[in-house]
């Protein structure tokens, strides 16, 4: 086992009251009618550097921490504690922050999930700098339906302002962020060359002449994080599902926290690959069976290849090839509309198709 680092990064949520406006949260929030008390985080402190562990960087997730009641205290507690602050808060609570109450050397991670909200929260962000508060970093989760369009308005906006930029891969299946930025023309990826937040892999690329961070999931061996929420309970991560009250860590050795992304504790869930087989034994793959699916749905085919990300011919062609191995019609075009729908046959293999989705629906399909 490799021993962990004797200096700490801590993660802190103070409550669970979160206004929900988050395309995505990159947590599984606590209780939203608990807040930790400051005699709690006090004792945490007590209980750790009493074993020899002193803490770099401290994270005050959001939810927006400045919705404590007793912040001015809570602040302090963890200021004499820590080297390092950083205030992470959703881009549309920062009219809310209270700036008396922090110091000219705290960082500010602002969460936006979308252009438009970030473009209507600009002089927000320009009042903060007025203030001297110049350490302020824009994260940008990227989840499947942010396009190349919005990811390039992003860079160009923290370019032109000079704004720190880190986009952080969102918990969807098979998408690669790395792999998804480094089709887009004029940018550069770098190598990995720190963690973020603690666990997270950090690597530098380039948009133009313009530095901005690549964060994605990762392993540490050596992680150094300990988190701390609203329920007075300790982990190795926001994430985790090993948690313990803080009076037993008094007698817990940190090592022994699970890490959820460690693959010897990664739990499995069964994947259903779906097709459908024809009397006469023709095989009706799922890329076809999705793509009846959503000509039910009334798209058009060029809508559904827009959204499978391939080209409108080849959706075409697999339509005509498979009515052509089953010698039955499957769509048709509306003579009055000129829309394309399902034929009965059509209808007969997407009820079967959507029948078995609701059958495996607890499953990865």
Request: with cysteine; charged share 25%.
């Amino acid at each position: 086992m490799v021993e962990r680092s004797r200096e700490l990064t801590l993660l802190l949520h103070l409550h669970g009251m979160c206004p929900g406006h988050c395309k995505i949260c990159p947590w599984h929030l606590p209780s939203p009618q608990k807040h930790i008390d400051p005699e709690t985080i006090s004792h945490f402190f007590e209980i750790l550097r009493g074993r020899g562990y002193s803490f770099n960087d401290a994270f005050m997730l959001c939810p927006n921490p400045f919705n404590h009641p007793a912040l001015d205290r809570v602040y302090r507690i963890v200021r004499d504690n820590c080297k390092n602050i950083n205030i992470l808060i959703p881009v549309n609570e920062i009219l809310s922050l209270k700036l008396g109450v922090l110091s000219k050397y705290d960082r500010f991670l602002l969460l936006v999930d979308s252009f438009p909200k970030l473009y209507s929260r600009r002089h927000g962000i320009l009042a903060l700098e007025s203030h001297g508060f110049d350490r302020i970093e824009l994260i940008f989760p990227i989840i499947p339906k942010v396009n190349e369009l919005e990811i390039r308005e992003v860079l160009e906006f923290c370019r032109v302002r000079g704004l720190h930029l880190g986009f952080v891969q969102g918990a969807s299946e098979g998408l690669s962020l790395p792999s998804l930025i480094s089709k887009m023309k004029d940018v550069y990826i770098g190598e990995e060359h720190g963690f973020f937040v603690g666990c997270l892999s950090e690597r530098t690329a380039f948009y133009k002449d313009f530095p901005f961070q690549i964060i994605t999931p990762s392993y540490r061996e050596s992680c150094n994080t300990i988190y701390l929420n609203n329920l007075r309970m300790v982990g190795r991560c926001p994430l985790s599902r090993d948690y313990h009250l803080v009076e037993e860590f008094e007698v817990l050795d940190l090592n022994d926290l699970e890490c959820p992304n460690n693959p010897r504790e990664l739990s499995f869930t069964p994947k259903v690959k779906l097709s459908l087989i024809s009397p006469t034994g023709v095989e009706i793959d799922e890329m076809e069976l999705r793509i009846l699916d959503m000509v039910a749905r009334s798209q058009s085919l060029r809508h559904i290849a827009e959204s499978l990300k391939v080209s409108h011919t080849s959706i075409r062609k697999r339509i005509m090839n498979l009515q052509e191995k089953l010698s039955a019609k499957l769509i048709e075009r509306n003579s009055h509309t000129g829309k394309i729908g399902l034929t009965k046959m059509g209808w007969k293999i997407v009820d079967e198709y959507r029948r078995l989705r609701r059958k495996y629906k607890g499953l990865s399909l």
